[in-house]
Each structure stands twice: as C-alpha cells, then as structure tokens.
C-alpha cells in the first residue's frame, strides 16, 4: 500500500484576512521607558584601600558616630 490512499485529501491553505497593526506614535519629547536616569553621577565606589582606612579609623575610634564626627 501506498501513502497516497491512507492520506485524506486536504485543500490547500488561504491566505489570511488579518487586519493591519496600527504603529505606535513615538514622539521626540516622551522618554521610551518610564524609568528616569540619575542626576548627578559623580558617586564612585570606594576601593578596597578606602574601605580598610574606613574601618580602621572606626576601629580606633569605637565611641565616635557619624552625629559627632
């Protein structure tokens, strides 16, 4: 037996009748997402070095906060 008798016979597809996507209007003066970049980036991460003479200094200094200093 052949394939051709076990296989029903099927039309061929159409083409579909979808609706166009209507794009998304982007103006110049709206930001594309809603999250807002920093004001200032002048902060940098200490260094290691920074962070040992940091705790050094908390080291010999245990009774000083930072409302006193």
């Known amino acids: 037996m052949s394939l051709n008798s076990k296989?029903?016979?099927r039309d061929k597809p159409t083409a579909c009748n979808r609706p166009a996507k209507q794009q998304k209007i982007i103006t110049k003066?709206?930001?594309?997402t809603s999250a807002l970049l920093p004001e200032c980036s002048s902060r940098q991460n200490l260094a290691l070095s920074d962070?040992?003479?940091?705790?050094s200094f908390i080291d010999s200094?245990?009774?000083?906060?930072?409302a006193n200093y």
Request: charged letters at 15%.
């Open 7 to 9: 296989c029903k016979p």
């Open 29 to 32: 003066d709206t930001a594309r």
């Open 51 to 55: 962070w040992m003479t940091v705790y």
């Open 61 to 66: 200094h245990p009774n000083v906060t930072q």
